[in-house]
């Protein structure tokens, strides 16, 4: 009976209540917005020394008749707890190689690559490998031109079937890029056992590494690491010429951030590819 009391409590909590409306109905919504095909990919550039465009990070973005342009910081998490996000990542990833096709089509974009974001969830399914050879086959994209992003929390759970399904993937020739590196509880072991081919320096990092010292220190070393390792290296979220600088002293060559360019459209992606391509 303390048990049932304290459920009902919990039921009549107004806020709590409130709080799962407001999920469900963000819920409903995302649901109607997969069919409705609201959903679109952003592109932000990723930047050699020279200030030439080596790449594009995809970046999902949910555009709401209601809300408007919905940052996926707002609807990931709950996109992960509900599924949903295994048809929205297969989504991304049409539309990413749809992206590939079209940069290769140009011979001044088709060295280009495309990164995109996988979850958790996604990367755990068992036919993980199978649906990103699907998607690579079915749209023509050139293997050798995908990037996955994938972070470490979501390696944790099995290590092993990771290893296995980054290989798998890598014998096809797509790349692999530990987002947010530095932030896990395990870093290092992630890079000493997993065969990453790129490693990103968190922004959190880069945001004080004028500043604060113990940023600078960490970003130099995990430059050193990646030349060590022979894994390559980009910092993200570059805001500023300095920053930048700074990060080029320790010996990082590759750059994403505001500084050259938010993520953008692809209407806006072709006017920046235009000025920022090597001649
Ligand atoms: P992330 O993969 O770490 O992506 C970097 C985030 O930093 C992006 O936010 C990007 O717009 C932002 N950013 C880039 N440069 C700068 C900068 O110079 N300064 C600052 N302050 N921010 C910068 P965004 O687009 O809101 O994405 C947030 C997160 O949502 C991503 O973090 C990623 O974890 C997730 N995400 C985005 N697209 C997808 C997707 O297609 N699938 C999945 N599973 N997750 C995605
Ligand atoms: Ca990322
Ligand atoms: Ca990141
Ligand atoms: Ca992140």
Known sequence: AKAAGRNTMRFFDPAIQEAALVRASLEAELRQGLARQE???FYQPQMNSAGNV????ALVRWNNPHRGMVSPADFILLAEDTGLILPLGRWVLEEACRMLVFLTANSSTRHLSVAVNVSALQFRQPDFVAVVLDVLHSSGAHPGRLKIELTESLLLEDIEGAIQKINELKKHG???SLDDFGTGYSSLTYL????????K???SFVHNIL???RDLAIANTII???QTLHVAVIAEGVETSTQRDLLAQCGCTLFQGYFFSRPLPEAQLQ??????LAA
Request: proline share 6%; no cysteine.
């Open 39 to 41: 959903f679109v990919l």
């Open 54 to 57: 080596i790449g594009l990070e």
């Open 192 to 199: 000493k056992r997993l065969p990453f081919n790129q490693i």
């Open 271 to 276: 006017d920046f590819l235009r000025r920022h």
């Open 211 to 213: 500043n604060d010292p």
């Open 224 to 226: 050193a690491l990646g």
């Open 174 to 176: 797509v790349r692999f």
């Open 201 to 203: 320096i968190d922004q």
